[in-house]
């Protein structure tokens, strides 16, 4: 569609007013007009109008061609021309300068204490630390004198028995209505118990018919759709629609066990310490239980005993210092303890909720007292940060000496400090003066290591390698590559790409993978695994499953031995290559669209299909699954057979691909207003309960002619930084991970892979978008997600 000369000249003058580095283009212009087409797509794209598939790649052509009119992108990247792009050229200088941090961050300086091993003297073991959080619009409600009446002859279900004194609920444990965990004891004549969610509506503990600790608000019950003991440790209590009630606050302690016995119910951490116990009231009289009469009251809460407030010194050492590894936690009364010469030091999280080091009783340095909450979880990770998370685990305090791996938290009788693999000190405490005199400690010489970039923070990027040189008329596509045409079996073409990710910071491939006799791994072959700078990067395959839909069912078992072949082919291709990608030494596999192609409805079964591969290959293979989408059964985990198999998860983690659904989009929005209103909240529900690798997208403009989504780097960054914040449940070792969909994924417009900044593209974002990933990476791992 043709401009007017006055459109082009009102658009000039708008760029010209405009002073903002993350502005949007005045004017977006789209070559041509989409062409609405029902073609069905062959292999290389046979999903449904609704599920993303694609990608793409070029080649190098003249230096006129590479280098011929493309935008400035809002600021430099290092000290390279032509922002990441390294190659020296005419016309390629950037003038602007970086943006402005958002956030900054001071610590007052706290007072010093004296560290009592007692109690205050207002709290109480069977009170819990987080109080109900149950929504504002609800009335008040009175606890109830009576068990509701009602079904109560309905037989409960007895999830587990256990004859003892006390059972054990593991977590990810769901209660629906009627599912109770039973226990028996005959310790003090024959009692019988059982915990869960009655027909009467009632969740709580119950003692031969006698209520001891139960949920008073009924009309929050009323609604409640299950129960869930999560896999971060928290008690929560959901709607039908998935709105969480209520949640005992004992988030994110991974390896949490929830106890009952005769007398209470608790959750206890992996080291012993109790993080939330009930009753927390009792009721003026004994109420009846749901399904049988009263027989006598029941048992009291126990007693108070002063070993609960003793610490618990996670380690014990004889000499001038102690060293503490990564990935370790401090629950509340987890002390490290250090002895010598006659002196005793403790370091950690002491139950009067003073966080720091102490020496004879005084301290030597403790955290701010205005930053600690009482349910607070303090953690020194893997990238080798000391951090402070709320109960909602939000970020509150850190030491920022991210992202140094190998770092060593060191405890003296003087200080506390984090030394990097080298003897570099990155954080010392105290750092102001104590009443205790003691000598100033001797500081190593601050070095200046560079982060690992394979720690922290990791960019996967999925990378399509099916483009052939100066012919890309498969599909319909909007913007014009800098690179041209380009073909991806081209050495010189992957160097590029290679450079340009790790400029951005991205450090993994996920390479389209179609078949052994496809052009994707022909052209995988010939240009990106002979590029010799793939020794600074890793790669694994995304399986396109749709390669299995004509390979009979799932149900007689051919569609099994059809993967395992293709599996086969992938193991022996590159598993053993130095690059492929691995979490804890097993080499990963990503199922595309698993949710279509992979679904229990068709026969599949997770748990022995995915053995049998681990089995016949002989390899511990980390499978991801495509699952997380907007399907009644995809939008959460609950009751999906390929999130949890009875009780057990599935895969060993989830992703999305593309959240994109043509329905759902609101025309004229961006990428990112789609993804945080759509996407977002079926995130959020698989990842309070499954580790989840999200996925960011920064634009969208397919050849199917479904409505786009429009991408600028001021809104690609807002939506980097909501997608950092979700939770991250049992990672077993993985680290912070987001896809990026995608390098080079042309046909449907989702690439980040700069465009020539042509007038007739329908985006010119240019770099923008690749810097805008380099400066979040560098802000995250320099300073940690601390607005989270």
């Known amino acids: 569609m043709r401009i007017s000369v006055a459109s082009r000249l009102l658009s000039c003058l708008l760029l010209f007013l405009s002073t903002s580095n993350y502005s949007v283009n005045a004017a977006k212009l789209?070559?041509?007009?989409?062409?609405?087409?029902?073609?069905?797509?062959?292999?290389?794209?046979?999903?449904?109008?609704?599920?993303?598939?694609?990608?793409?790649?070029?080649?190098?052509?003249?230096?006129?061609?590479?280098?011929?009119?493309?935008?400035?992108?809002?600021?430099?990247?290092?000290?390279s021309k032509c922002g990441l792009l390294r190659k020296q050229h005419p016309g390629c200088t950037r003038y602007a300068s970086p943006p402005t941090p958002i956030f900054s961050s001071t610590t007052p300086p706290?007072?010093?204490?004296?560290?009592?091993?007692?109690?205050?003297?207002?709290?109480?073991?069977?009170?819990?630390?987080?109080?109900?959080?149950?929504?504002?619009?609800?009335?008040?409600?009175?606890?109830?004198?009576?068990?509701?009446?009602?079904?109560?002859?309905r037989p409960l279900n007895c999830v587990q028995t256990v004859n003892g004194s006390e059972l054990t609920i593991e977590h990810s444990a769901r209660f629906y209505k009627g599912d109770v965990?039973?226990?028996s004891s005959a310790a003090d004549g024959q009692e019988e118990a059982y915990f869960g969610y009655t027909w009467t509506n009632q969740f709580g503990l119950f003692v031969n018919g006698q209520t001891v600790w139960e949920i008073p608000y009924q009309?929050?019950?009323?609604?409640?759709?299950?129960?869930?003991?999560?896999?971060?440790?928290?008690?929560?209590?959901?709607?039908?629609?998935?709105?969480?009630?209520?949640m005992s606050?004992?988030?994110?302690?991974?390896?949490?066990?929830?106890k009952v016995s005769m007398e209470r119910v608790w959750i206890e951490s992996r080291t012993g310490s109790q993080l939330w116990s009930e009753p927390f009231f009792v009721t003026p009289h004994p109420t009846p239980g749901p399904t049988s009469p009263p027989t006598r009251p029941p048992t009291p809460p126990p007693t108070p005993s002063p070993i609960s407030y003793e610490l618990n010194c996670v380690q014990t050492i004889q000499g001038n210092e102690l060293t503490i590894p990564p990935e370790t936690e401090f629950h509340k009364g987890d002390v490290h303890c250090l002895s010598s010469s006659g002196q005793e030091a403790y370091f950690g999280y002491t139950w009067t909720n003073q966080f720091g080091l102490f020496v004879n009783g005084q301290s030597v340095w403790t955290a701010p007292d205005d930053q600690v909450p009482s349910s607070g979880k303090w953690k020194f990770q893997g990238d080798g940060n000391l951090v402070l998370r709320d109960g909602s685990n939000k970020g509150i305090w850190r030491s920022n000496s991210c992202c140094h791996s190998g770092n060593q938290l060191k405890v003296s009788m003087e200080r506390v400090w984090i030394e990097s693999r080298n003897g570099s000190q990155l954080w010392s405490e105290p750092f102001y003066?104590?009443?205790?005199?003691?000598?100033?400690?001797?500081?190593?010489?601050?070095?200046?290591?560079?982060?690992?970039?394979?720690?922290?923070?990791?960019?996967?990027?999925?990378?399509?390698?099916?483009?052939?040189r100066n012919n890309w008329g498969r599909h319909d596509y909007q913007d014009e590559p800098l690179l041209g045409k380009y073909g991806t079996d081209e050495v010189a073409v992957a160097e590029q790409h290679i450079e340009w990710a790790l400029e951005t910071g991205i450090s993994n491939w996920i390479i389209s993978w179609w078949g052994p006799n496809h052009l994707t791994m022909k052209h995988f072959k010939e240009g990106m695994m002979k590029a010799p700078s793939l020794n600074k990067m890793k790669f694994c395959m995304l399986y396109e499953t749709t390669i299995l839909d004509d390979r009979g069912s799932w149900r007689d078992g051919s569609k099994e031995e059809a993967l395992y072949q293709h599996l086969k082919v992938i193991r022996d291709e590159f598993f053993n290559h130095p690059s492929y990608l691995?979490?804890?030494?097993?080499?990963?596999?990503?199922?595309?669209?698993?949710?279509?192609?992979?679904?229990?409805?068709?026969?599949?079964?997770?748990?022995?299909?995915?053995?049998?591969?681990?089995?016949?290959?002989?390899?511990?293979?980390?499978?991801?699954?495509?699952?997380?989408?907007?399907?009644?059964?995809?939008?959460?985990?609950?009751?999906?057979?390929?999130?949890?198999?009875?009780?057990?998860?599935?895969?060993?983690?989830?992703?999305?691909?593309?959240?994109?659904?043509d329905s759902r989009v609101r025309r004229g929005e961006t990428a990112t207003d789609y993804q945080l209103r759509e996407a977002m909240p079926v995130w959020k529900r698989?990842?309070?309960?499954?580790?989840?690798?999200?996925?960011?997208m920064p634009q969208y403009y397919d050849f199917r002619g479904h409505k786009p989504l429009l991408g600028n780097s001021a809104d690609f960054m807002k939506q980097l930084r909501e997608v950092a914040c979700l939770p991250r449940t049992n990672f077993n070792g993985a680290p912070h991970i987001m896809m990026i969909t995608s390098f080079n994924e042309w046909w449907e417009g989702t690439q980040i892979e700069p465009e020539n900044g042509s007038r007739d593209n329908w985006n010119n974002y240019g770099f923008q978008f690749m810097e805008t990933l380099a400066a979040f990476k560098k802000e995250v791992d320099s300073r940690g997600t601390y607005w989270c």
């Not at 062409?35 to 793409?56: K, P, R």
């Not at 988030?251 to 949490?256: H, N, R, T, W």
């Not at 200046?448 to 990027?461: E, I, S, V």
Request: hydrophobic share 30%; aromatic share 12%.
């Open 686 to 696: 698989w990842a309070e309960e499954l580790p989840l690798f999200p996925n960011v």
């Open 433 to 468: 003066a104590t009443g205790r005199p003691t000598p100033p400690p001797t500081l190593p010489p601050i070095s200046n290591d560079k982060p690992n970039p394979y720690t922290g923070l990791q960019f996967w990027a999925y990378y399509y390698p099916w483009y052939l």
């Open 181 to 183: 965990h039973c226990l």
């Open 249 to 258: 606050g004992t988030c994110c302690y991974s390896g949490s066990q929830l």
């Open 582 to 661: 691995t979490i804890n030494g097993r080499p990963v596999v990503i199922f595309y669209i698993s949710r279509s192609r992979m679904p229990y409805e068709l026969g599949f079964n997770g748990p022995s299909v995915l053995a049998n591969m681990r089995r016949r290959l002989g390899r511990n293979i980390y499978f991801i699954a495509d699952e997380p989408f907007f399907d009644w059964n995809n939008k959460s985990p609950d009751g999906n057979e390929n999130a949890f198999k009875n009780g057990k998860q599935v895969f060993d983690a989830y992703t999305t691909y593309n959240m994109f659904q």
């Open 110 to 153: 706290p007072t010093n204490k004296v560290v009592s091993s007692s109690p205050p003297p207002t709290e109480s073991p069977t009170q819990s630390p987080t109080q109900l959080q149950i929504p504002l619009t609800m009335p008040p409600v009175t606890p109830p004198t009576t068990a509701p009446t009602g079904l109560g002859d």
């Open 30 to 79: 789209r070559r041509g007009s989409v062409q609405q087409n029902d073609e069905i797509m062959d292999d290389m794209s046979s999903t449904t109008a609704d599920e993303s598939d694609g990608s793409a790649t070029r080649s190098l052509n003249s230096d006129s061609e590479v280098f011929a009119k493309r935008k400035t992108p809002p600021w430099t990247f290092g000290n």
């Open 219 to 246: 009309q929050a019950l009323a609604s409640v759709f299950r129960w869930t003991f999560q896999g971060d440790g928290n008690v929560v209590m959901r709607s039908e629609n998935d709105k969480v009630l209520w």
